[in-house]
T-cell receptor
Framework: AQTVTQSQPEMSVQEAETVTLSCTYD???????LFWYKQPPSRQMILVIR??????QNATENRFSVNFQKAAKSFSLKISDSQLGDTAMYFC????????????????FGQGTILTVHP | DGGITQSPKYLFRKEGQNVTLSCEQN?????MYWYRQDPGQGLRLIYY???????QKGDIAEGYSVSREKKESFPLTVTSAQKNPTAFYLC??????????????FGQGTRLTVV
């Protein structure tokens, strides 16, 4: 079974600065996907960024980037130029392909990190 | 616009009662999922269904039941056997069709409180 660990229950950052959220995971799979989801106070889950394990290049989406270290099973999220709207709970999540490759979707989540951006 | 609708947004249950949470999607997605969210524990998978009339237990299925009679609908019943049902419940869906088959869409959730 997979496990995902986020060791930072809460983080804070000043507006316009950079913050990094940590995530480690454990799996015996060689092919899988990793995600960061954002859950703002509205509680709507929003996909921030996705990383495919077989791709060595780190994923980036505008101000969001990851540092994916497959051997270390580490997947951190860097938020640059933090904005007040980035205040949210952030979840790291793991997805493995189901047998036969036709059915994805089951996610294993970490405990979450509450990020507060201060003006 | 396509999406996932969960209802109600807030639900109150007396001890010993069964309650059903609704989840409907118009994304033509194949698979649907129910997650439970508790403070400090992230989201945990309750049940999932990859095809109509079939579903599988997730990590915390005890005290819950589901049905999948239609592709669009995946209701969750919280039974009286669930000892600590107060939580936030999220429904999600995914398609089997690449390249979008790794992206999960979530509803806005139902907050269930036992009174």
């Amino acid at each position: 079974a997979q496990t995902v660990t986020q060791s930072q229950p809460e983080m804070s950052v000043q507006e316009a600065e950079t913050v990094t959220l940590s995530c480690t995971y454990d799996t015996s799979e060689s092919n899988y996907y990793l995600f960061w989801y954002k859950q703002p106070p509205s509680r709507q889950m929003i996909l921030v960024i996705r990383q495919e394990a077989y791709k060595q290049q780190n994923a980036t989406e505008n101000r969001f980037s990851v540092n994916f270290q497959k051997a270390a099973k580490s997947f951190s999220l860097k938020i640059s130029d933090s904005q007040l709207g980035d205040t949210a709970m952030y979840f790291c999540a793991f997805m493995k392909p189901a047998a036969g490759g036709t059915s994805y979707g089951k996610l294993t989540f970490g405990q979450g990190t509450i990020l507060t951006v201060h003006p | 616009d396509g999406g996932i609708t969960q209802s109600p947004k807030y639900l109150f249950r007396k001890e010993g009662q069964n309650v059903t949470l609704s989840c409907e999607q118009n994304l033509n997605h194949d698979a649907m999922y129910w997650y439970r969210q508790d403070p400090g524990q992230g989201l945990r998978l309750i049940y999932y269904s990859q095809i109509v009339n079939d579903f599988q237990k997730g990590d915390i299925a005890e005290g819950y039941s589901v049905s999948r009679e239609k592709k669009e609908s995946f209701p969750l019943t919280v039974t009286s056997a669930q000892k600590n049902p107060t939580a936030f419940y999220l429904c999600a869906s995914t398609t089997f069709r690449a390249p979008k088959n790794t992206e999960a869409f979530f509803g806005q959730g139902t907050r269930l409180t036992v009174v």
